[in-house]
């Protein structure tokens, strides 16, 4: 199995790569990493986020062009105006040398209706011209008013994403261990030296021992040591370890960890079986995670196969041939 790639440097794109998928198409080969598009990372932040910013790739990217004929239509009208003025004219003068009396006063009743004729022309083109004035004001103001709506809406949304980005900065170097057992005793001093012994060993048994470990808590309320499982579903009365909290020194350590930790289901020791690690996430991107997950699980309800979460995207791994 294999995952999407780069289709500028041809860079395999991981949980961890900086990359965006095309938001149109969605297609497999629509993938860019951040460095090839020149994406600061605030930017990429924001665009990742699921804000009204989107990216496209080159097949989708639109072409959007709105000509200004208004001006070109009122300038035909007139020249056709100017046309008829002077064909009028032309015929004024032939009938001078050479109508009889009769037949110049039926042209001139002709002459005179199509003055008249020519003068309403005038009046709807002038009409026209206004109604096309008002318009262009109208537009000016509703413009005025969505680009008025588009800015507050850009800083509303700048600020969410800056309380975001400052979120995951301060969680970058967690992870969360979910199933590491937890002592029973009443001394919180004995559970923390219990955990220690249990951390210590779980990094050995994933050749982790040169990750440095900053800080370790277990989250949610211990009472009498079981964990609160109101509204869990579960009817079991032995005691439910809580998640762990660990504080690393550096990402490169929490990434090297979080690659790691898969192996713990391969150990033969039966402690690790029902422990596993993920990424400290924001309360957005829980959501967001809890949301694909369910989308996940629908698709392949339905008979999808080789799906995976990605970069905050479902996609479909492809095979190696």
């Given at each position: ?14 949980q ?38 989107k ?25 056709m ?13 032939k009938i ?26 005038k ?88 990750v ?54 391969t ?55």
């Open positions: 199995m294999s995952v999407p790639s780069c289709s500028a440097c041809g860079a395999v794109v991981t961890d790569t900086r990359a965006l998928q095309c938001d149109v198409c969605v297609n497999d080969e629509a993938w860019k990493c951040a460095s090839c598009l020149n994406l600061s990372n605030e930017l990429y932040d924001q665009l990742l986020l699921g804000s009204e910013l990216w496209m790739c080159n097949k989708c990217e639109p072409r959007i062009s709105a000509p200004e004929q208004y001006d070109t239509k009122l300038d035909q009208i007139t020249s105006l100017e046309m008829l003025i002077s064909k009028t004219d032309s015929i004024e003068e001078n040398e050479k109508a009889d009396k009769s037949d110049l006063e039926s042209l001139e009743v002709r002459v005179q209706t199509l003055e008249a004729d020519n003068n309403v022309t009046q709807k083109v002038s009409d026209i011209k206004e109604a096309l004035e008002t318009l262009s004001e109208e537009n000016k103001s509703r413009t005025d008013t969505v680009k008025d709506y588009v800015e507050k809406a850009v800083e509303v949304k700048t600020q969410e994403s800056r309380e975001e980005i400052d979120d995951r900065e301060r969680r970058k170097t967690s992870v969360i261990v979910h199933g590491l057992p937890e002592s029973t005793s009443d001394d919180k001093d004995i559970r923390s030296a219990g955990d220690a012994e249990l951390l210590t060993n779980m990094l050995e048994e994933l050749d982790c021992k040169d440095q470990v900053m800080k370790s808590i277990r989250l949610g309320k211990y009472t009498n040591g079981m964990q609160d499982t109101t509204n869990t579903g579960s009817s079991s009365t032995e005691p439910k370890p809580r998640p762990v909290k660990l504080v690393l020194s550096s990402e490169n350590e929490k990434n090297k960890l979080l690659k790691l930790s898969k192996n713990l289901k150990i033969e020791d039966g402690v690790w079986r029902k422990v596993f690690l993920h990424q400290d996430l924001t309360v957005k991107e829980r959501e967001t995670r809890k949301a694909l997950v369910l989308e996940l699980k629908r698709r392949v309800a339905l008979g999808e196969q080789d799906l995976a979460i990605i970069n905050g995207k479902i996609v479909r791994k492809t095979q190696k041939h």
